[in-house]
């Protein structure tokens, strides 16, 4: 029994080292790779419950994931918009998914409003607007 719980742990461990990388990479100036990080993220987080390793890191990840809103193009910035619905389903309900949704709001909308972006990226920003207003939005208007 402990020899796979430490298999367990040791899985859990480089998986979270990988999840770091790849949030690590969405800083890189690399188009290319910044959308290879959000498909990793966009994986990890939609194979596993990773909530507590998200807990303490969503201000950065939701920092990330504005940057690669703004200044991404297209892919990228469909890639974000569901690894943000992805970051608010793992977080719930709860204050943190709230504080994760209240910040990227404006953006999402913006996007979603932005007849120069891409039919992907607009799609992408209305259904993470619509799966994180459901989850995680407060108010009710």
């Known amino acids: 029994g402990s020899e796979a719980a430490s298999e367990h742990g040791q899985e859990e461990e480089e998986a979270e080292d990988r999840l770091k990388e790849h949030m690590d990479t969405l800083l890189d100036k690399s188009a290319k790779a910044r959308q290879a990080a959000l498909q990793g993220l966009r994986l990890a987080l939609s194979s596993r419950t990773l909530s507590e390793f998200l807990l303490e890191r969503r201000l950065t990840l939701s920092d990330s994931l504005e940057r690669c809103l703004k200044k991404g193009k297209g892919e990228e910035q469909a890639l974000a918009g569901t690894v943000l619905t992805l970051l608010c389903l793992q977080m ?41 207003c459901y989850i995680a939005a407060a108010d009710l208007e």
Do not use: N, Y
């Not at 309900?93 to 209240?102: A, H, L, N, T």
């Not at 404006?106 to 799609?123: E, F, G, H, N």
């Open 92 to 132: 719930g309900s709860g204050p943190e998914g709230e504080e994760v949704f209240r910040s990227l709001k404006p953006l999402l909308i913006s996007v979603l409003t932005d007849s120069t972006a891409s039919p992907s990226a607009r799609q992408s920003c209305a259904t993470a607007l619509g799966m994180c």
